[in-house]
């Protein structure tokens, strides 16, 4: 049975609760692979994102030739196994094919090279590089609007139906506030967003349209223009229906609890819906044995489900894969809910538990109010958890 944790609403009774589906990152290859994998993904979860296989530079690794070989096979999979899908990414300032950066001059000279990804840079690094790799070639606004336009509306189509959601665009934010030079920044300008969002929409009016980005969990001047942007697009008519917060952290310095409730509920105030779309806990850097570095990496995804337990429009919690064995972060940095063994670590009894009803949370309290630690080792678990 996936996992489909119980969450108890604010001013409903222990009878009235909602359902938040438990989602992840899954990548087809290990699918394909790896049966432990393939089954401890159906067993466990309600719906998947897709790590790469839909993001541009797999999708249309030559302008105007799409591949939808992987995806549709991940569609297939999904519908199988009666999973939601996320889809992820359709306009990025990263994971762009070659095309994309050098205005084809590459094709244009018969160079049949297979798609190069920029990796992800500092920011200071990334601007500089990214200038100087689009603007030697250069693209004229209409026409990079038009190349925008038509990959959103002959993906979206493609998938109406069966991709309920998308992440429309894909880490807009700058660590300023506002909006990161990417290409579609730097050459459409600021209304690329505007007009992704509004092309999603007319492709497949039933999806839900996300805007997705990183270190947005806590105050400062990344989340405010983030959330202005946000209001600015519905104050303007502009189809939006929620914000992933990714929650890439690490247990060194973690958001606790209220932090990234009074952040849900800042995008909930605008009618907004909300998730966690991408979360991971690095575990590296701390130097302290393994076992309780996992149960403080426990404590920040505990915060974090509770968070989204407690806000009505916390919709979704996906984490960015599911076992250290496949992770982005790196097998050292352990920090995803399963361990390469597919055994269950500390975290995942954290999710559930911060996913647990009203009532069980409340014989939870009066049990500890029987048996109360010591005052010795509850000061020494407040000074360890306090995240941060």
Known sequence: ????????????????????????????????????????????????????????EALQPRRGHFAFGAADELVRFARRNDKQIHGHALVWGLSLPLWLIDHGATDNLGLRLPPIVLPRLPDALGETVGTV???????????????????????VRHFAGDVQE????????AADGTLAPTVWRRFIGPDYIDAALRAARAADPTAKLFINDYSVETPGRKLDGLVDLARDLLA???????????????????????????????????????????????????????PK????????????????????????????????????LGAGESGLLFDHGYDRKPAYAAVRGGFAPLAAKK??????????????????????????
Request: charged share 25%; proline share 3%.
């Open 1 to 56: 049975m996936a996992l489909l944790v119980p969450a108890q609403a604010e001013a409903q009774s222990t009878d009235e609760r909602r359902m938040v589906p438990q989602g992840t990152a899954v990548r087809l290859s290990a699918l394909r692979e790896d049966s432990r994998y393939r089954d401890t993904f159906v067993r466990e979860f309600g719906s998947l994102t897709p790590e790469n296989e839909m993001k541009l």
């Open 236 to 290: 303007r008519g502009v189809p939006l229906d929620g914000v992933g917060l990714q929650m890439h952290t690490h247990i060194a310095a973690f958001p606790d609890e209220s932090a990234i409730t009074n952040t849900m509920r800042r995008f909930e105030r605008l009618g907004l819906e909300v998730q966690i779309t991408e979360m991971d806990v690095g575990t590296s850097l701390l130097d302290v044995a393994l």
């Open 293 to 328: 570095r996992l149960q403080r990496q426990a404590q920040a995804y505990g915060a974090a489900a509770r968070a989204c337990n407690a806000v009505r429009a916390c919709t979704r919690f996906t984490t960015w894969g599911f076992t250290d064995r496949l992770s982005w």
């Open 363 to 388: 014989a939870q309290t009066s049990s500890k109010k029987r048996s109360a630690p010591s005052w010795k080792k509850l000061t020494a678990a407040r000074r360890y958890g306090s995240g941060h």
């Open 133 to 155: 790799a689009t603007t030697l070639t250069g693209w004229r606004r209409d026409e990079l609007l038009s190349v925008m336009r038509n990959h959103i509306d002959t993906v």
């Open 166 to 173: 998308w992440d429309v665009v894909n880490e807009p934010m």
